[in-house]
């Protein structure tokens, strides 16, 4: 069966009974019919161990890190232990363009997954609503006089669709660039805010331009911040599904991580951690940009610390990354798998400069041989760290019961976790820690731009802000095309931006771009409403 077909096919449990799991009452939640609520609940304290789920340089084939996280949490609830799973929302985007849905796969799924991939309680429009609100409100401020003096906007529109010809639009006074809305501040500082009120602070902190002195203008000049949180209040109430087999889940927040910091919400994971023993969570794309950015921004903010780490790998993705095309990644070719070893062997590396207890997980395939299997653990054996296979996608949670059991000594052992680089450090400093430190790569150039950004920010307190690095998912250069470990590299600064209301620093590496254009065969031509049924929906 399909994804979508064994989705539809599971017995769903009401909302209310799996909120029961978790010492939730029908009055602590906002219910959307039978299957999704809000949880309303205001809760304090953090009870429960965090579990961090991350992955290998990601390659077209996807390395199922989802689908482990899922997994795992349903493993350890049929150990009889609390669990719950806090992930991001899918972005649209992607559902429609050419990585699809995000909700899992196989048996290790989170449904509804087809309200989740979609419109789900209507987060993403929410934000979305609220950052083209303020998008309006500066373009009247400036038609109606421009009292604030507003010469150079810096806030932009966006919308959840990929669509390139956004990238670059004419206005009527200017030019404007859109983001994908998983991209945008306003989904970032969403996500890092840890109330209401800290939430309209860092609507009202949004640098939306800067005036004819080269100030900044915020978006509380305006006086808008009270009707952007208004917009948002409901959006920020976490989301509570389940998974196939009725494990609590809680999704809140989806943004990017190859551009945004790729975490959920600060106040869905506490509210994990209060409510449950065990709380699985993920960071997106690979450990070199979602886990450090988990580390960095999210961990540095909000004071949590993980317990331990799990590292996803595929037998198919470590080939690819040892220079097998992706069309023969089936074939056995342990000349390829060896050498694809070393991008797993630079991540555990640089996870645990972090100081944190790390597991690596296979996520077994129907392709996967024995002796290739063989060849993974012995080299995670060689590293000092403990391999388990995960066949979560075929098995549900029966199938991750070994990592699940692993996890648990692990999470249960001292952890030394620390932040890569201080806030006292400069931009500079920060910015070849990373280079150093988690790209390895040779040197580092900036242009003019760039440069003169970093000189402006200097002294400011914009300066002890961490960093958000946006660059390629697939190298842990700024070059695509460089997969595996590549070696003697140069990463290119190409400019950077402050996010005052998220409260890091943007650096924009290489040529990535924060709004996707559609592929030439892209999802949505396989999707349909079919006899009352979506179908094609992966």
């Not at 989740?116 to 934000?127: E, K, P, W």
């Not at 988990?294 to 780490?309: A, Q, Y």
């Not at 070696?487 to 890091?504: D, R, S, T, W, Y």
């Amino acid at each position: 069966m399909t994804d979508i077909e064994i989705a539809r096919n599971c017995k769903k449990q009401n909302i209310k009974e799996v909120a029961k799991k978790l010492k939730l009452n029908e009055e602590d939640l906002i219910l959307y019919g039978d299957d999704k609520a809000k949880i309303k609940k205001n809760i304090d304290g953090i009870n429960g161990k965090l579990i961090l789920v991350t992955a290998i340089s990601p390659t077209p084939l996807g390395e199922g890190k989802t689908t482990v996280s899922i997994g795992l949490a349903d493993a350890l609830s049929s150990l009889k232990k609390n669990t719950v799973a806090v992930l991001r929302q899918p972005s649209m985007g992607p559902v429609f363009g050419i990585k699809g849905g995000a909700t899992g796969g196989g048996y290790s799924q989170v449904v509804p997954m087809e309200d989740i991939n979609l419109h789900f309680t209507g987060d993403f429009h929410a934000i979305t609503s609220a950052n083209d609100l303020l998008c309006a409100a500066i373009d009247s401020h400036i038609y109606f006089g421009n009292k604030l003096d507003i010469q150079e906007v810096r806030f932009h529109r966006c919308l959840d669709v990929n669509d390139r010809a956004l990238r670059r639009v004419r206005l009527d006074n200017r030019e404007e660039v859109f983001s994908i809305t998983a991209a945008s501040e306003i989904m970032a500082l969403f996500c890092l805010a840890s109330s209401i009120d800290d939430l309209k602070k860092r609507l009202g902190n949004i640098i939306i331009g800067t005036n004819s002195k080269g100030d900044n203008v915020y978006a509380k000049d305006l006086h808008i911040e009270g009707s952007l949180v208004t917009l948002l209040k409901d959006a920020f109430y976490p989301n509570l599904v389940q998974t196939l087999e009725g494990t609590p889940v809680i999704i809140h927040g989806g943004p990017f991580a190859n551009i945004a910091h790729g975490c959920n919400s600060v106040v869905a994971t506490k509210m994990g951690l209060n409510l449950a023993d065990y709380v699985v969570t993920e960071a997106g794309f690979g450990a070199d940009l979602g886990a450090e950015k988990f580390f960095d921004i999210k961990c540095r903010k909000s004071e949590l610390k993980p317990n331990c780490v799990v590292l996803v790998a595929t037998i198919k993705a470590l080939k690819y990354h040892g220079g097998v095309s992706k069309e023969d990644v089936f074939l056995e070719n342990n000349e390829a798998l060896n050498n694809g070893l070393e991008n797993l062997k630079q991540h555990v590396s640089n996870l645990q400069q972090f100081g944190v207890n790390v597991i690596v997980c296979l996520n077994r395939f129907n392709s996967d041989l024995d002796s290739e299997i063989s060849i993974v653990r012995e080299c995670c054996q060689e590293l000092g760290v403990s391999m388990k296979v995960s066949s979560a996608y075929a098995d549900g949670g029966l199938g991750a019961v070994d990592l699940a059991k692993e996890v648990i000594d692990e999470s249960n052992k001292p952890s030394n976790f620390k932040v890569l680089y201080s806030n006292e450090m400069t931009i500079k400093e920060k910015i070849e820690t990373l280079s150093k430190k988690i790209y390895h790569a040779s040197d580092v150039t900036y242009s003019e731009e760039a440069i003169s950004k970093i000189n402006q920010l200097k002294g400011t307190i914009f300066s002890k802000y961490p960093l958000c690095v946006a660059k390629t998912q697939y190298s842990f250069s700024d070059d695509a095309k460089k997969v595996g470990v590549p070696k003697n590299f140069a990463i290119e600064v190409k400019n950077l931006e402050v996010l005052n209301g998220a409260e890091f620093i943007t650096i924009y590496l290489g040529n990535i771009m924060t709004m996707p254009g559609l592929s030439k065969n892209p999802n949505y031509e396989k999707i349909d409403f079919i006899n009352g049924n979506i179908e094609g929906l992966s």
